[in-house]
């Protein structure tokens, strides 16, 4: 199986930056797409950025211009760059990544969840 773990949330004023980091690690998974997802208190999660294998990005419109996705693919390994954050960028921040896992098949996968707070 593949474990997906996320690190790098915490607190931040507003205008500030954080950098999340995310890795999916274990039995042989050939990734499709990383991505991060959002979900505030009362709402829907959401997609934040998606990124595939190829770096072919996608990105919310609430985020474009100040987050960045970026992968390492030897690593298996996303990152987040989230620049001139806002309060309602509030959110815990989940990790999924979607690929081929040896001998399985296509899986999707999800970490636990990281808290980023942005206080104004």
């Known amino acids: 199986q593949v474990q997906v773990v996320e690190s790098g949330g915490g607190l931040v004023q507003a205008g500030g930056s954080l950098r999340l980091s995310c890795a999916a690690s274990?039995?042989?998974?050939?990734?499709?797409?990383m991505g991060w997802y959002r979900q505030a208190p009362g709402k829907q999660r959401e997609l934040v950025a998606t990124?595939?294998?190829?770096?072919?990005?996608n990105y919310a419109d609430s985020v474009k211009g100040r987050f960045t996705i970026s992968i390492d693919n030897a690593k298996s390994t996303v990152y987040l760059q989230m620049n001139s954050l806002k309060p309602e960028d509030t959110a815990v921040y989940y990790c999924?990544?979607?690929?081929?896992?040896?001998?399985?098949?296509?899986?999707?996968?999800w970490g636990q969840g990281i808290q980023v707070t942005v206080s104004s």
């Open positions: 999924n990544a979607d690929g081929w896992l040896y001998r399985e098949g296509r899986k999707n996968y």
């Open positions: 990124i595939t294998s190829g770096e072919t990005t």
């Open positions: 274990g039995s042989i998974f050939s990734i499709n797409t």
